[in-house]
């Protein structure tokens, strides 16, 4: 959600933040800007609405540059998508500064500037923080203190970036309750939400921790934490390379990490299972001690993370350990109960997510045993705040529709559902069993992408609808959770996804030829009891589209089927989303939408 992108440095930065800010595309915005400091001083802006290759041909209409810049894709939250409330944002020509986050107390430091004689020409919070910061430079502060005072008046969330054009030595930026990331180079420096945004330009990086300040030269990068004493912060140097974003031959980042997902299971399980047995130690020492007291598990994460750990509670009630899944935004405000000995599990593609990072704060006053989190960017607030982090290694996911990211996050909790087993007698020929389960994962995920183009066949029925039901039992009900999440996502088809055995307690009133019914048909123990509730659609004419174990018969008349072959019944729900992520897709091209960057939607929340 929103992007941020600088660089103050000895060349022409124009470039570098055009760049920065296509590779944050993936995170959502409806508006882009960019603000530069010329070798003559002052302040030279250019915003428009739409997209980044928008903002690309106003730039190449007006001649601008400069080697200090900050620029910045927007996610309406307070104002709607217009050129007025897109940043950067400046106060005439004092300051520039793009936020990412939300000023909960605007309106009340809106009045005060107003009555000072500053005049607001948007409607968003972040011009509060422009007009504020340039109320502390008119009375002679350095930006550095400018900025330090600025903050310390704010209540909310940002990361926030500053150009004062009467200073062109630094750039100052401040991060609370949304990411930020500082890339280091040799005579130059930049920063951004996300390390995407630099790949091209460096591999080196510090990351901001949270209520960090941080003055940034040419030169030098300077820390202060919350407490105003400069910190030190680890240089990292990312493993990721510029080329990891790119799509390739494929049409769209979305197909692209669809098929990626055979590889990406195999590197989530490298290094972790081995021989038949889980290699518990891969998840540190700390880890152990957790898992030897865990008696319960609360789980809480929002999306699609939320529908992994749906999957998850089957699978650990199954081995004992009592389980409870909570969107992250309803857990945030009631009075959570913490049974004895329970372990908090948080789960987040890109550990930014704001309320679950919210959630793991309140935790630590709870009495939770500690705290696990399920993640995929290693650098992350919720990794470095958590006590363990078991991570997915999925890899960039551009994508704003999580695919390989859900299907590595279910792997990575069947880790745990193993290494909690083991504390409740799982016996080692038991445990074989699950870890070759999981072996197989790439080559069944390998075989069910063979059923792309059928799969493209099959999506023909739903170009003209606009609403799909959803229907599974079992684990396989988040997995229909999960399905008709991808298909509103990048198709804005209506989709909801029912447990099948609620069908007659009110959905079944809106089956008719025009609703399409999806299914998952593994070869389970509730297999007839589902093929009881799409008897019940047929009979009401209902058009069927089913997945299913190629070892079973459906007795049914009329219906679309594609047989998955040899799917293992403990990994099977990992299996059967990828057939649902392929229709989603195929759909969403048929109806023609922004399949990688849907409307409306952003791919981190960072903001509640």
């Known amino acids: 959600m929103c992007g941020i992108v600088g660089a103050i440095a000895r060349r022409e930065v124009t470039p570098i933040l055009l760049e920065g800010l296509k590779r944050l595309e993936y995170r959502g915005y409806d508006s882009a800007g960019i603000a530069i400091r010329p070798p003559a001083g002052g302040l030279q802006r250019i915003r428009s609405v739409g997209k980044v290759a928008q903002l690309e041909q106003s730039l190449a209409q007006r001649s601008i540059g400069g080697d200090l810049g900050i620029a910045h894709t927007r996610w309406a939250t307070h104002g709607m998508p217009a050129e007025r409330n897109a940043h950067p944002h400046m106060s005439g020509e004092r300051v520039a500064i793009v936020h990412n986050g939300i000023i909960e107390n605007h309106a009340e430091l809106r009045s005060e500037l107003e009555a000072k004689g500053y005049r607001f020409t948007s409607e968003t919070d972040t011009e509060v923080i422009a007009h504020l910061l340039a109320d502390l430079l008119n009375q002679g502060l350095p930006v550095l203190e400018a900025v330090r005072q600025g903050i310390a008046r704010l209540n909310g969330a940002y990361a926030l970036a500053v150009i004062d054009p009467k200073d062109p030595e630094r750039l100052v930026v401040a991060r609370s309750g949304s990411p930020l990331v500082i890339g280091l180079g040799v005579g130059e420096n930049f920063i951004a939400s996300d390390v995407f945004a630099l790949l091209p330009v460096t591999q080196r990086f510090l990351f901001l921790e949270e209520g ?306 999806v299914c998952a048909l593994p070869d389970d123990p509730l297999l007839e009891k589902v093929l009881s509730n799409l008897q019940e659609v047929r009979a009401r004419g209902g058009e069927l589209f089913l997945f299913s174990d190629k070892r079973i018969e459906i007795p049914l008349d009329r219906y679309q089927n594609l047989t998955l072959d040899d799917i293992c019944p403990g990994t099977a729900p990992i299996v059967y989303s990828v057939p649902l992520q392929l229709l989603a897709y195929h759909v969403a091209v048929l109806k023609g939408t922004d399949v990688d960057q849907p409307r409306n939607l952003a791919k981190s929340v960072t903001v509640e």
């Open 212 to 517: 960090d300040l941080a003055e940034i030269t040419r030169d030098t990068v300077t820390v202060y934490d919350s407490d105003g004493k400069v910190a030190e912060r680890p240089e990292q140097v990312s493993q990721l390379s510029s080329s990891t974003t790119d799509k390739g031959p494929y049409r769209h980042y979305m197909l692209k990490e669809i098929f990626e997902q055979p590889a990406v299971i195999a590197e989530t399980l490298e290094g972790r299972v081995h021989k038949g047995r889980l290699l518990e130690e891969s998840f540190g020492h700390v880890a152990t001690e957790l898992l030897e007291r865990t008696r319960a598990v609360h789980i809480i994460a929002c999306g699609t993370s939320f529908h992994a750990g749906l999957v998850a509670k089957y699978w650990l009630e199954e081995v004992g350990v009592a389980c409870h899944v909570e969107v992250a935004s309803e857990y945030r405000y009631r009075n959570v109960v913490v049974p004895e000995d329970c372990l908090f599990v948080s789960i987040s593609q890109s550990g930014e997510t704001a309320d679950t990072l919210a959630a793991l704060r309140a935790s630590d006053e709870l009495g939770y045993i500690g705290s696990l989190v399920v993640c995929n960017v290693p650098e992350s607030s919720l990794v470095r705040e958590s006590d363990v982090a078991l991570m997915t290694r999925a890899g960039p996911e551009i994508g704003v529709a999580s695919t390989k990211a859900f299907t590595t996050q279910l792997v990575a909790l069947r880790l745990l559902t193993i290494a909690l087993a083991r504390r409740r007698g799982l016996d080692g020929n038991a445990e074989r069993v699950l870890v070759d389960e999981l072996e197989a994962l790439p080559r069944q995920v390998e075989v069910v992408l063979g059923l792309s183009d059928a799969i493209a066949e099959m999506a023909n029925a739903f170009a003209d609808l606009h609403n799909a039901l959803f229907l599974g039992r079992g684990p396989f009900y988040p997995v229909a959770l999960e399905g008709a999440l991808k298909l509103k996502e990048i198709s804005y088809i209506h989709a909801e996804a029912y447990p099948a055995g609620e069908l007659k307690h009110g959905p079944l009133a809106l089956v008719d030829e025009k609703m399409p019914v």
